[in-house]
């Protein structure tokens, strides 16, 4: 029986990471994370969760603790965000080749300088290639499933690697949303107890994060490559026992209006609500839009992508980060090594956008739609990297 | 109080590691593994102990053994506790678990102490040892917090104008002790029965205890590797190395030093101090000695002893 409960982005974080019964929660505070570990910490207070609750000095050491925690067996989650994620950086990588099943829900917050604690996505992106399983959000709900599935599919054997649930900063972690949640028994048999395959056990003593030079290291990451590579079967099956428990169907993608467009935008996180409201409007005045949303950015879908894109005359790649002194932002980076490698011929240009929390409106997105529209008809690219928004 | 008979003979550290010969931290985990009284987790911060202890697929310990990074050992004793807590609680887990975590003098007094700092304050039960070799001797003998003033490392060279190091050593186990936490203390391995009797003792007090061991370095140091254990035994017989404890704060005198000999005997067997004993930097070594005083004077005046 589910239930609709009023929720911010990150109250719906909390409130799955809370039925998931997670044995250690590692956290510290940063804006806009904060409330998913307050609100947590009251469920640990008020008795209604057996987590220890570690509220270390740093991300540093939180990302430490989830490690050594993840390491003993234990169900691990924490959660941060910009320059907290930044700190953690380090760890990231010795989590995600370690082996460590961490869900991570990271609110995304640009980076400093200057400081600044609004939504883009610099922060995840900075540390795009540490290995993890990273999904966006468009809104509440999708935060709330979305850290249900990620803790079945890190912890899968066949999977074992951490899991960043992004969200936007302000945008959804303080928005209240109607947030249909399950019932805490269902829950517990949809995400079960951790099955560690190898632990620290000191009755069967390992020896884990040794020194590993030229003769092994390779292999070691090559064996983490291919678990990424691996884990789309695992995400797939959990997105369709997930659909059938609660008739939400995930993919790796969503797609919006697709079927006949001529142009379509693809973006990250809740900017695809906007998105898709313009579509819809655009639509009714008989322009054909549409709108393509990955969920899964890590391991990346090509091949949805490009099924998605088959018909389509152009495609504006909306990136909420800049990769300065690149060609394109780094979602657009990935798309065009994959329509080269595929040998897709399609008219992209990438819109970098609402850095540092500056909005984007309906009007800018029309305006993109209509710019990629032109670009379909015409078959010429003006501008291939444009921002839009800044002054 | 051990007696020798009393120890295990299981090697929980085992021969064939890498460390140098007469390498003091190799002589610490062996005698630290003795002291252990049940099943137990260890974890290392990067350093000397980690990379020569567990050369990848091959390792010296018989006991579960975990190394994230070099600043976050205190961290991820933490999380060990914090999980076994978490699963006895939901009855995934049965048994009792020690954890010690070991960092050189880099991973303690420099880069680690954050870490430290917060699972002090937190009140994570575990040990702590810091083999402290007064330098970072495994990227290349760099000075560190922990390098004593004078003393030549390559990042503090013994100079025409600066002679080594202008610095004195931090007080770490004061640092520590500030936490108020049940234990923290001094050791050096030539009083092994001292030693054990701590590692023993930090294990069974409930909540975190400190250790701070001195760490003879052949190579760092520049001494012979025969005598690393004498250099370990004048450090405390020159006052330079008090031994002792603190237990909630009350600082107890372990080793009593009533005949101390001057602390050029500890200096004069160690390349890295040779510079001091040419003319024109002769007064260091009464700066040194000044200050072994001082910090025996401080040390002996807390304990009661003065």
Known sequence: ?391 | MVRLNELTTEELFTPGHRLCAGCGAGVIARMTMKALRRPTVVVNATGCLEVASTIYPYTAWKVSWVHIAFENAAAVASGIEAAYKAMRRRKAWDREVDIIAFGGDGGTFDIGIQAISGALERGHDFLYICYDNEAYMNTGIQRSGATPHGAATTTSPAGTKIPGKPEFKKDFIGICAAHGIENAATASPAYWNDYITKVRKGLEVDGPAVIHVFSPCPLGMRHDSAISIELARLAVQTRYWPVYEVERGEYKLNIKVPRPKPVVEFLKLQGRFRHLFQPQFKHEIDIIQRWVDENWKRITKLCGEA
Not at chain 1, 159 to 173: A, E, H, K, R, W
């Open chain 1, 1 to 391: 029986m589910s239930r609709i409960l009023g929720l911010t982005g990150n109250g719906a974080v909390a409130y799955a990471v809370k039925q998931c019964e997670v044995d250690v929660v590692a956290a510290y505070p940063i804006t806009p994370q904060t409330l998913i570990v307050e609100e947590f910490s009251e469920f640990v207070h008020n008795g209604e969760v057996h987590t220890e609750f570690v509220c270390v000095e740093s991300e540093h050491s939180a990302m430490s603790a989830c490690v050594g925690a993840s390491l003993t067996g234990a169900r691990v989650f924490t959660a941060t965000a910009s320059q907290g994620l930044a700190l953690m950086h380090e760890i990231l990588y010795i989590a995600s080749t370690l082996r460590c099943p961490i869900v991570m829900g990271v609110v995304n917050r640009t980076l400093s300088a200057p400081i600044n604690i609004h939504c883009d996505h610099s922060d995840m992106m900075g540390s795009r290639d540490c290995g993890w399983i990273q999904v966006y959000v468009e809104n509440a709900q999708e935060a709330y499933d979305w850290v249900l599935q990620a803790f079945r599919i890190a912890e899968s054997p066949e999977v074992l690697l951490p899991v960043t649930v992004n969200l936007d900063g302000f945008i959804l972690s303080h928005s209240l949303e109607g947030v249909e949640v399950l019932d805490d028994e269902e829950v517990r048999s949809f995400v079960s107890t951790r099955k560690p395959v190898i632990t620290i056990d000191p009755n069967k003593p390992i020896t884990v994060g040794p020194i590993c030079f030229t003769d092994f290291y390779f292999e070691t990451k090559r064996q983490h490559v291919e678990a990424m590579n691996q884990s789309p079967k695992t995400i797939n099956e959990v997105n369709g026992e997930f659909a059938e428990l609660t008739g939400r169907r995930y993919n790796f993608i969503e797609t919006y209006m697709m079927e006949d467009a001529e142009a379509a935008i693809i973006c990250l996180g809740s900017t695809a609500g906007t998105a898709k409201a313009v579509a819809k409007r655009m639509r009714g005045r008989g322009k054909k839009v549409g709108v393509i949303k990955p969920w899964v950015y890590r391991p990346f879908p090509a091949e949805q992508i490009l099924k998605s894109v088959e018909n389509i005359g152009s495609l504006a790649v909306l990136d909420r980060a800049c990769s300065v002194g690149a060609p394109y932002g780094p979602l657009c980076s990935d798309i065009a090594a994959v329509l080269y490698k595929e040998n897709v011929k399609l008219n992209i240009f990438n819109v970098i956008y609402g850095l540092g929390g500056r909005d984007i409106t309906p009007l800018d997105i029309e305006a993109i739609f209509n710019e990629a529209l032109e670009v379909a008809e015409t078959g010429v690219v003006k501008e291939p990297l444009k921002f839009v928004g800044v002054r």
